[in-house]
Each structure stands twice: as structure tokens, then as C-alpha cells.
């Protein structure tokens, strides 16, 4: 048996197997929301507003016994190089669903019975990783509007691209690379104190070792991608002049 | 944690370790760690840890002043949106006056505004009174609608922003701490300059001197501002 070269050992982008792309952070953007914050990645952006919680309506939706959590991700029609028909679809649903499942699991409403908190996701610029960049930023935002959450989340993508594991996938290595065994992209989300993971989806082949090492490689780009939630978290505004250590005002 | 210094903590993150301290409201106990369940400052009191929020919804706390509108009227009660999780509730009782149960939209109707006080607050709730002076219903005037963190700087320090405002206009500021204003004079222009001079404040809650600006403003105006008023500026401007 011919053991196949590997066809991807240097990046597209010039970086290291393990480098994320440039991160920024920013929190409370859009003045009228409770909270707000952006995410962006190399080319990928998000924007996160929070708005609750609110009474439910419907009724018969609510839950007595505690508040719900309901997210819309979309992509803006001018985000990719195609235009996309804006609205909802088959994709925006699911990614919808699957952050609101990852952040469940930390946010606690049992506090706010027959309420809603609604996560309004955006990307107005994408370069794959857009659902990570989406929670990434949605994270930030539930922090911001004060909602009560057991711990952080982080998002990242990994992946195997041909033969090499890597994080952080931008576009061409997400969908533009069929060489070899092809690509295969993993969004997982790390918890920020537990360490555990609020989502994990894979698109793609991999093997049961290399899979491990990916999730090992997303913990700890997580880990860095919680500095800059947590520092952008701790420079928003609002917070500074009672920073100072001055009588609170009022 | 250095003492006396605010602390900004992010969920998820150890506030104080050690098993003799008690986790307040916003924080919770992960082994001997207590650690910050929302995003907020931290507030520690002898051994009790708690974390203040300083962003977000309006969370209604007992004897808050709030401005509202009446959305329900109930066989015993009104029901008061304030921009709150959930509607207020102002039983009949709670009323300065005789109400006839069956005609209790002679008193307040839909969509009237009214200043109650919070009187008590649950989870699924909250319950309002108007029995005390300066509350009841408005009528009249304007409301502006800031934000409920921005109240304390429109407030300022022991009343200071507010108390400039009232003496430049002349008219009568009721700060809700649902981040409602009711502005109420005899002038409408004075009325709109109130408003005007509280945007003003509002849109800069983060600028330094900001009572030196909204002075300024007020001078622009062609407004007098109060020079026998000690207005403390140094510490709320910092």
C-alpha cells in the first residue's frame, strides 16, 4: 500500500497549524438593546443583541417553572460573495437551534418564570466559522445584558484538513479544499469554568485519535478566546466610573 | 481582591475562595470557591459575596420609584407595564382613594401612566403601591424614556443633577428607577428644555464634567443656574 503524501502541511493563510485567525471583541454596540457585544475573526464577523427578559407571547408558549431562551441567527444578504436570499433557511434554523442549545446550558432563568430572552444573532461579513463567531459574540451579549449564567462560553472551529489537524478554519480550507481527504470542520464549544463542551458537530471524516486531538486543540484556542471575551467584557463602558472606587452615584 | 476596589467579574470566574464565605445574590458556591454567576461588580460584605449588575434589563428592588402604564385592569387590581420581565401588579388597596370595584377605569384606564412604589418583589411578579405622597397617577407633562442604567447619573449625587434641572426649568422631574422621567411644568418650552438637557445626559453618562457641561447647556440656554446651590461635582464626575 502507497502511503499518500500529505497535501496540506502549510496554511493558505500563513499561519501556524494551531493559530487562530485575529480576534476582536467588542460590547454594548447598539445602545437601545440590554446587551450587545461583536465578534470578529479574520474576515468573519458577528454581531450579538440581546432583549429580555420579556414577557412570552404567545401565552401558551411560556413556562411557568422558568424563562426560555430563544435565538435567531441569520446571515446578511451582502455576507458572502453571492448574495443570499435573506430570511430563514433550512441552515439558519438549524445553527439557530444548536446555539441556543449550547448557551441553555449555562444561562439560568428559573428567576424569570414565563419570560423570554431573546439572542438575536447577525453576520454582516463571513469567512466560515460563523456560528462559533455567532456564539462567541451571543455569549458576550447574555454577559452584558446582566442575564444570569453559570460560567462563559467559547467557540471555535477545528479540523482536519487533508492529513493535518487544524484550528480556526477560514473559508478556503472550510469548503474550497477537496484535495486528498478533503475537509472536515468541527464548531466545538467549551465552557468556560467546567471545561465542558456545550456543543459539538462535525461535518466531514475523521479518525476516533485525531478527533481527540482536535477537541484538545479547540480547549485550548477556547481558552484564549476567553481572554479577549473577558477583557472586552471588563473594558465596556458603563463599568469605568465605578471603577475608580468613587461613591456609587444616585 | 484588593480590598475597597470594585471588582468587574464575568460569570464563570472565583470571586473569594474559602468555605466562610456566602454567595449572595448574582454568585454561587463551586466547592470552595464562590464564584460570579452573572456579569457584574462585586459587593462584599463581611463574609457575604454578591455581584451588583451594571448593565441590562431593569430588575425591580423593593421601595424603587417606578413610572408605568396601566395595560390590564383586573376585578381587584391594575395591571402596570414599566419595562420590567413582568407586568406590576396595584391592588385596589394600594390606592389613596375609594375605588368602585366595578368602574375602576374611572380611576386609571388603559395606557394612563402612573408613579408607583415597589412594594414587594417575587419571581413571578411584582406588587406596587401608590398609598404615599408623590406617588399616583400622571397627568400631564411628558416622560422620557433613558434606561435604567443611566438613572443614577441623572440623578447624580445626592440629587444634585436632578435638583440643577428642576431649578433651571422650574418644572417638576420624578426619576423612575425603571429609567422613566416625567417632566411636568406649567411651560411646555421649559418642559422640552428639561427633556432636552436629560437626553443630553443621557447620550454622555460616560463623559467627564458632565455637570459642568450640562451647566454649560443649561447657560446656553439661556437659562440661570442656581449659584447658591453647592453642586458636588468631583466625585460623581470621576
Known amino acids: ?250 | 481582591m484588593e480590598k475597597g476596589k470594585r471588582q468587574i467579574v464575568v460569570p464563570g470566574e472565583t470571586i473569594v475562595s474559602g468555605n466562610e464565605f456566602l454567595p449572595g445574590d448574582g454568585a454561587y458556591r463551586d466547592g470552595v470557591d464562590v464564584v460570579a454567576g452573572c456579569y457584574g461588580i462585586v459587593n462584599v460584605y463581611e463574609k457575604h459575596v454578591r455581584v451588583v449588575p451594571v448593565s441590562g434589563a431593569y430588575y425591580p428592588r423593593r421601595g424603587n420609584t417606578i413610572i408605568g402604564t396601566i395595560v390590564d385592569i383586573t376585578f381587584n387590581g391594575w395591571l402596570i407595564d414599566f419595562g420590567g420581565a413582568q407586568n406590576a401588579f396595584l391592588p385596589v388597596a394600594e390606592v389613596p382613594r375609594y375605588v368602585n370595584k366595578n368602574e375602576m377605569a374611572e380611576f386609571l384606564n388603559f395606557g394612563e401612566s402612573v408613579i408607583v412604589k415597589v412594594w414587594d418583589v417575587k419571581s413571578r411578579g411584582v406588587d406596587v403601591s401608590m398609598k404615599m405622597r408623590g406617588f399616583g397617577k400622571i397627568e400631564g407633562g411628558m416622560i422620557v424614556s433613558i434606561g435604567a442604567n443611566k438613572v443614577p447619573r441623572v440623578i447624580g449625587r445626592e440629587g444634585s443633577m436632578v435638583k440643577m434641572i428642576k431649578d433651571a426649568t422650574g418644572c417638576s422631574v420624578t426619576v423612575g428607577q425603571n429609567g422613566k422621567v416625567w417632566i411636568s411644568g406649567n411651560d411646555t418650552d421649559k418642559e422640552v428644555v428639561a427633556k432636552k438637557i436629560i437626553e443630553l445626559i443621557a447620550d454622555n453618562v460616560m463623559a467627564d464634567g458632565l455637570t459642568d457641561r450640562v451647566e454649560k447647556y443649561i447657560k446656553g440656554m439661556g437659562l440661570k443656574v442656581d449659584e447658591g446651590v453647592e453642586i458636588v461635582n468631583e466625585e460623581t464626575d470621576k
Open chain 1, 1 to 250: 500500500m502507497v502511503v499518500k503524501k500529505n497535501l496540506y502541511t502549510k496554511r493558505k493563510s500563513g499561519r501556524k497549524m494551531d493559530e487562530v485567525r485575529p480576534i476582536t471583541a467588542n460590547v454594548g454596540i447598539v445602545p437601545s438593546a440590554d446587551g450587545s457585544a461583536s465578534f470578529q475573526t479574520g474576515k468573519t464577523k458577528a454581531i450579538a443583541v440581546v432583549r429580555g427578559p420579556r414577557t412570552l407571547h404567545p401565552q401558551h408558549m411560556q413556562n411557568a417553572q422558568t424563562g426560555i431562551l430563544r435565538v435567531s441567527y441569520g446571515m446578511m444578504p451582502f455576507s458572502v460573495e453571492d448574495r443570499i436570499r435573506p430570511g430563514p433557511n433550512r441552515r439558519s434554523e438549524e445553527i439557530s437551534k444548536v446555539t441556543e442549545w449550547a448557551l441553555s446550558s449555562v444561562v439560568d432563568l428559573s428567576g424569570f418564570p414565563n419570560t423570554v430572552v431573546d439572542v438575536f444573532v447577525q453576520i454582516p461579513q463571513a469567512d466560515a466559522g460563523t456560528r462559533v463567531a455567532g456564539i462567541n459574540a451571543a455569549a458576550l451579549a447574555l454577559a452584558h445584558a446582566g442575564i444570569p449564567m453559570r460560567e462563559m462560553v467559547s467557540a471555535i472551529g477545528v479540523g482536519k484538513i487533508d492529513k493535518s489537524l487544524v484550528v480556526d478554519l477560514d473559508k478556503y480550507e472550510d469548503s474550497e479544499f477537496h484535495d486528498g481527504e478533503g475537509s472536515t470542520d468541527i464548531p466545538v464549544v467549551v465552557t468556560s469554568r467546567t471545561k465542558e463542551i456545550a456543543l459539538l458537530q462535525l461535518d466531514g471524516k475523521i479518525s476516533v485519535d485525531e478527533f481527540k486531538e482536535c477537541i484538545e486543540m479547540a480547549k485550548k484556542a477556547c481558552d484564549g478566546i476567553l481572554k479577549v471575551q473577558m477583557d472586552a467584557l471588563r473594558e465596556v463602558s458603563g463599568v469605568r466610573d465605578q471603577k475608580s472606587g468613587g461613591k456609587k452615584n444616585g
